[in-house]
């Protein structure tokens, strides 16, 4: 599977949000939602968190500017009767942050504005992902929306940071959990300099360790 790729916009489609990018010496089309499609010109550089789309009939890449689209993407290819094509056209219309906001607020009239997305399906999408909205506020949280205004290919300031709740996230640890530990890692001026794995243990330690701490107390 294809998870991420780094090269050069070769050409945009003129009659879709597809791009073509050149990425060690292959070209791979990819789908992209529209603000991206926009801000993204020929010849320059972009990087992309891409989600592998594979039926018997069909091999398809979407590719996001962050790694919180691509999760959101697949926390709604999950809603049965929801498509990829449907859930990127709400990625577009919306964002993470404001889909999150009305999934959680159940607002089926905004969420039935975009493009294929009719009233039922709106609140079918409410109905599956409303449970899981603190994990919903947890991936839109990471989007950090002022840093990837500030350009279509620039990358998070946060990048070990971000590793690290992805790595945590699907190792099946609830979003109440993994903020504080991370955070609690990040505490130390280290932080950086240790590296991923390093940063991994302690972070299950501290998680650990708060587990104790709870059982302790409830006796």
């Known amino acids: ?41 020929v010849g320059a550089r972009a990087e992309l ?13 979407y590719g996001f500017a962050t790694e919180a689209e691509k999760l959101f993407f697949r ?10 094509k449907s859930a990127l056209a709400l990625l577009s219309e919306h964002g993470t942050e404001r889909l ?5 607020v159940e607002d089926a009239v905004s969420l039935s504005s975009a493009p294929g ?10 109905l599956d992902l409303q449970p899981k909205v603190e994990k919903l506020a947890w991936v839109a949280g ?5 840093e990837t205004e500030k350009s279509a290919v620039a990358s998070s300031a946060y990048p070990l940071r971000d590793d690290l709740a992805s790595a945590l996230l699907n190792l099946g640890f609830a979003p109440h959990q993994i903020k504080p530990a991370v955070e ?20 299950l330690k501290e998680m650990g360790t708060r587990a104790i701490a709870g059982g302790e107390s409830r006796g």
């Open 117 to 126: 997305i009719g009233k039922k399906l709106a609140q079918k999408i409410i």
């Open 184 to 203: 609690r890692v990040f505490e130390r001026d280290e932080a950086e300099k240790d590296g991923f794995e390093v940063c991994l243990k302690l972070a």
């Open 75 to 84: 926390l709604l290819l999950g809603v049965s009767g929801l498509g990829p």
């Open 142 to 146: 990471i989007a950090r929306p002022r």
């Open 100 to 104: 999150a906001h009305h999934i959680r």
């Open 49 to 61: 968190w891409v989600h592998s789309h594979v039926r018997e009939d069909t091999f398809s890449l």
């Open 1 to 41: 599977m294809i998870g991420f790729l780094s090269g050069r916009v070769r050409s945009k489609s003129l009659d879709s949000t597809q791009i073509t990018l050149m990425a060690y010496r292959v070209g791979y089309e990819v789908v992209v939602p529209a603000p991206f499609f926009d801000r993204l010109s």
